[in-house]
């Protein structure tokens, strides 16, 4: 079942100035399957971040569309988005993005309380997220006493707790060390394989090659696209370092 189409998707932007403008995205057009796994490459300026932006209701395009299981974004009201995003996207930010005066629990519960949820509920709901995350005995921890791949764990909780249709993640590993790249990694498949659709931005290959399907952004527009098929991490990892030497070579 399509999660998410994006149509004929445009971004210009004007100089303060009113001189000078920038074309961020020209004609983007993708579909996402509910329980995909997405990645979004491309070199900086290619339009990916801008593209995101829009995904996640944080800037309107000048033309196109976005409809998020088959609800147009440009038909939510103003008043209405933050609501909305929390309820249908779950975000994983390159800095985590977590409250240093909150423990780990009352940052991922974080928006189960801004949607005005309270009581046992939130408890059954954290438990078994935590647990296959494998943060249960941090929970009562702040950020500054765990680890960056603990921090990220407690982010992709908070990212999950709201059951959400599609989670976007903006350079997930770009932050942490090797080994919790790995770890965060494994997650992000786990999340996956129990159904969760997620779309990432990164410009890391190894990230790019756990995905099942690669989006090449260049010039404001898809490019090319890789299926992962039957290939593993490995061979994925191999064609998407062939493809980033054409885009940026040429051949």
Known sequence: MEILKVTDLKKTYTSRLGGTQVQALKGVNFTVESGEYVAIMGESGSGKTTLLNILAALDKPTAGSVELAGMRLDSVKENELAAFRRENLGFVFQEFNLLDTFTLKD???????????????????????????????????????????????????????TNPKIILADEPTGALDSQSSAELLRVFSQM????????????????ASHANRVLFIRDGVVFHQLYRGEATNEELYKKISDTLTMLRTGR
């Open 192 to 207: 996956n394989e129990s159904g969760q659709t997620i779309l990432m931005v990164t410009h890391s290959t190894d990230a």
């Open 107 to 161: 940052n991922i519960l974080l928006p189960l309380v801004l949607g005005g949820r309270t009581g046992k509920a939130l408890e059954e709901r954290l438990q078994p997220i935590a647990a296959s995350l494998g943060i249960s005995e941090l929970l009562n921890k702040y950020p500054y006493e765990v680890s960056g791949g603990q921090k990220q764990r407690a982010a992709a909780a908070r990212a999950l707790i």
